[in-house]
């Protein structure tokens, strides 16, 4: 069956510019996360969304940050102004009811560049 | 979360097998213990999760011993597209969903 999908591939944008990458997790899966990934480092948390709602923003770096999920399937995340040190690949999974003892299935992340 | 610390990285060759340890001295109770695997260009994928002994799929083996203060992956006969990197992850009970990665340990094999 279809995985986590995750468009663009490959953004590359100014600095100041607003950037919004989109996230389409698996089927029927109600937990939806976001993580960002630095070259060299593992992933690193960032969201979690339950449904429509954000459980948990605690990963999310500062106010230019914000994501969405409007109707419980596909998630945004959107970057306001954003900055050369934002450049990374981020990366979107989906799990089935959000247990922490699941398997959370991951995209292929959207590499961000900066300039 | 239990803190874990793993080699940096590995170098193999194929048809040998690879065994990757990772601590976790403060391991809790309740923790498990997860490994997810990340090729070039994707996004982590799960391996193998268990919680003590042995534990063994179609992709590899999860030796944990008594104490559960480390745990061995071991990846049998391993081939060029078995590069990746390996992250051993430690916790995930029940409500705890923030997976928390590492530096993992790079394996590099060669022909």
């Known amino acids: 069956g279809a995985g986590v999908s995750q468009t663009p591939s490959n953004k590359v944008t100014e600095k100041g510019k607003y950037v919004e990458l989109r996230c389409d997790p698996i089927s029927g899966h109600t937990a939806l996360y976001w993580y960002r990934q630095s070259l060299g480092q593992g992933p690193e948390f960032l969201i979690y969304?339950?449904?429509?709602?954000?459980?948990?923003d605690s990963g999310l770096p500062n106010d230019r940050f914000f994501a969405v999920r409007p109707e419980g399937s596909v998630s945004t995340l959107k970057i306001q102004r954003t900055e050369r040190g934002d450049s990374a690949v981020y990366l979107c999974a989906s799990s089935p009811s959000g247990g922490g003892i699941e398997t959370q299935y991951f995209g292929p992340g959207t590499r961000l560049l900066v300039l | 979360l239990a803190k874990t610390t793993q080699p940096i990285s590995m170098d193999s060759y194929e048809g040998q097998e690879v065994n990757i340890t990772c601590s976790h001295n403060n391991i809790a109770t309740n923790d498990y213990i997860t490994w997810y695997q990340q090729f070039p260009s994707q996004g982590p994928r799960f391996i193998i999760q268990g919680y003590k002994t042995k534990v063994t799929n179609e992709v590899a083996s999860l030796f944990i011993p008594a104490d559960r203060k480390s745990s061995t992956l071991s990846l049998p006969r391993v081939s060029l597209s078995d590069t990746a990197v390996y992250y051993c992850?430690?916790?995930?009970?029940?409500?705890?969903?923030?997976?928390?990665f590492g530096a993992g340990t790079t394996v590099t094999v060669r022909a």
């Open positions: 969304f339950q449904g429509t709602g954000a459980a948990d």
């Open positions: 992850l430690v916790g995930l009970p029940v409500d705890d969903y923030k997976l928390s």
